[in-house]
């Protein structure tokens, strides 16, 4: 399929591929233009971290303006996560809008995911003191920040935010909001979709001249979960794709992979490993799973706080993910005939995997033609420039949905006979048997629920009207709240690293020029000399003592440093200034001189 760009368009479609811990951004610029953004250490996906470690014992409460001077912060920072793996938030789509449940809770033992969950308003819960779409938001604002350096910058009216089928209304809602905080005008989609549209226009050719539709199972193995969808496929100028099956899992994903070969390994140490040392290891053990794919034995050391050497073979990790195979078998047991299987996510290279997949859906191959990491941003970019008046296709694609949930609507009012019903706070806890961990059918309230009124229309009927204005959720106040004090913090940190190495850089430039006897005897006298060394000397061991700054106080100091030395330092830069403008004139009298005797002499 042929994309046609509109010659006055500037604009960019951004596709984001929501998963548990990494976020992948797609940005279309033309129709030949289709490239993945890489954040600031080159990777092709974007990830942020939140370490908080308390000053006190105790599980850590809501982080708010009262209790904020109680712990230490820390932004992606990799030596306090192994350090402090219970006091890190890192992960996305899985706790975002949920209630806390015990299933929940045994999700997350289950996966050596240690942080603090502590219920608060509305049904929700943070984890390790902040909620959990303060790691979205900040995320959102890096991809933001991120596209607007590039050049030329990339400016997307809307981005287009591929999350799981299975993610619920209030999830959802979560998503949008973190994405408005930082900019983004949100449109979410499921990952299904994303997965039809990029197969769509990147195969058109293997179903377009097929009289029968062509079945196709996606089969995306994500890091905590796996879905199922099967799509089928037709048309030439007017394509059709039409989900028939979807099914999913929590208890299958590449992240219980690596918990598998953990516990293989732990098994072997011989000595009680630390907290560093587990984080090491389960870190160690995704390397070991795609090592695996190729190599019959993954042979290794992992350096902790002591040195284990292992000698892991494939045959010992199909054995210890027995019970995880036999759950995929389950998963695909009912899954139609289809004409194709195409694999989705990293983990889905495990060979294992593979052969279960073949055999469950009585396939002889598998298709690894889709991008296995970044189909899924393709297909969000695809389905956003196709909803965009920038852009045209030569064909119309008409997409019909598999309705997962059966949703009833209810309204947050008890419903009265009476039309002078005022609006109420309903507690709506609804939670089916296909309802993902957390989840709810009904949103909890404060999620759902809007000031609403009944109110008489033209024709004496009494209906709901709901008010224009906004009505905020008392989770969505208290998260801007916290939001705006973690935002501060950091930049107040990222400014008093500045501060201190440009201090640092000061107080070394200047015991530099002091060792230069010869030269700072011209500027400055001795008496001069003394009160600088004074002042550098001063100055670096009060430096060298801070285990932590302020600053305001860095400032101060360094601003001490410069009137002390102010006077001096500007007689060095009119010195220094004077003997380059003496050498450069030296240099012009030297070229005219020379071209003088170049000129031939008349006979």
Not at 11 to 26: F, N, P, Q, W, Y
Not at 325 to 337: A, C, G, I, R
Not at 400 to 409: A, D, K, R, S, V
Request: charge should be positive; proline fraction near 3%.
């Amino acid at each position: 399929m042929i994309f046609c760009l509109l010659a006055f368009s500037l604009s960019v479609v951004l596709g984001m591929d929501l998963g548990s811990e990494k976020i992948r951004v797609a940005a279309l610029r033309s129709p030949t233009q289709m490239s993945i953004l890489l954040d600031n250490s080159s990777n092709r996906y974007f990830r942020s971290t939140f370490t908080v470690v308390p000053n006190e014992k105790g599980p850590i409460k809501l982080i708010d303006a009262y209790n904020f001077g109680n712990n230490a912060y820390y932004f992606d920072n990799q030596q306090m996560e192994k350090k402090f793996p219970q006091h890190t938030t890192r992960y996305y789509n899985d706790f975002v809008g949920k209630i806390l449940t015990d299933e929940m809770k045994d999700i997350a033992k289950q996966r050596k995911i240690e942080s603090e969950f502590v219920p608060t308003s509305n049904f929700r819960f943070t984890t390790n003191g902040i909620y959990p779409e303060y790691l979205l938001y900040r995320t959102f604002n890096i991809i933001n920040s991120t596209a607007r350096a590039l050049e030329p910058p990339l400016v997307a009216k809307t981005a287009y935010i591929a999350v799981p089928k299975f993610m619920m209304q209030q999830e959802r809602k979560s998503v949008r909001i973190a994405a408005k905080l930082a900019n983004y005008t949100s449109r979410i989609i499921d990952s299904s979709t994303a997965l039809g549209y990029d197969f769509a226009f990147t195969h058109d050719k293997k179903f377009s001249k097929l009289e029968k539709p062509l079945t196709v199972a996606f089969v995306d193995i994500g890091d905590l979960n796996t879905q199922v969808t099967v799509s089928q496929f037709s048309g030439k100028r007017n394509i059709t794709i039409s989900e028939i099956f979807y099914n999913y899992s929590q208890n299958i994903g590449g992240r219980l992979l690596d918990i598998a070969i953990y516990k293989l390994m732990k098994s072997k140490i011989s000595y009680p490993p630390t907290k560093t040392d587990k984080q090491l290891l389960i870190a160690e053990a995704n390397r070991i799973k795609h090592r695996l794919t190729t190599n019959v034995n993954a042979v290794g050391q992992v350096d902790g706080s002591e040195t284990f050497y292992y000698n892991i073979s494939r045959s010992e990790f199909e054995n210890s993910v027995k019970n995880i195979l036999e759950e995929l078998y389950s998963l695909l047991s009912n899954v139609p005939h289809v004409d194709r299987v195409q694999l989705i996510g990293g983990s889905s290279r495990v060979l294992c995997i593979q052969e279960v997949i073949k055999k469950a859906l009585k396939q002889k191959e598998l298709s690894v033609s889709m991008n296995p990491e970044e189909s899924i941003s393709y297909g969000a970019a695809l389905y956003g420039a196709v909803q965009s008046s920038e852009f045209k296709t030569i064909n119309t694609i008409h997409y019909n949905p598999y309705q997962l949930y059966n949703f009833q609507y209810y309204d947050a009012l008890q419903r009265r006979t009476t039309p002078n019903v005022t609006g109420t706070q309903t507690y709506l806890m609804e939670v089916g048997p296909r309802y993902p961990a957390g989840s709810s059918g009904v949103a909890a309230w404060g999620t759902v629920h809007n000031t609403t009124i009944f109110k008489q229309t033209k024709d004496g009927l009494y209906r709901i009207k709901q008010n224009s204005k906004r009505v905020y959720d008392i989770w969505e106040i208290k998260f801007i709240e916290q939001l705006k004090l973690l935002d501060k913090y950091e930049f107040d940190q990222r400014m008093i690293s500045e501060e201190a190495n440009s201090l640092e850089g000061i107080i070394l430039d200047l015991k530099s020029m002091t060792r230069q006897l010869e030269y700072i005897n011209l500027v400055c006298s001795q008496e001069e000399l003394k009160r600088i060394i004074v002042a550098v000397n001063t100055t670096d061991r009060w430096f060298l003592k801070q285990k932590s700054f302020m600053l305001d106080t860095l400032r101060q100091r360094k601003n001490l440093l410069l009137d002390a030395v102010g006077a001096v330092m500007s007689r060095i830069q009119y010195f220094t200034k004077v003997n380059s403008t003496i050498d450069y004139m030296n240099q012009v009298f030297e070229s005219i001189e020379q071209g003088i005797r170049n000129i031939p002499q008349n006979k």
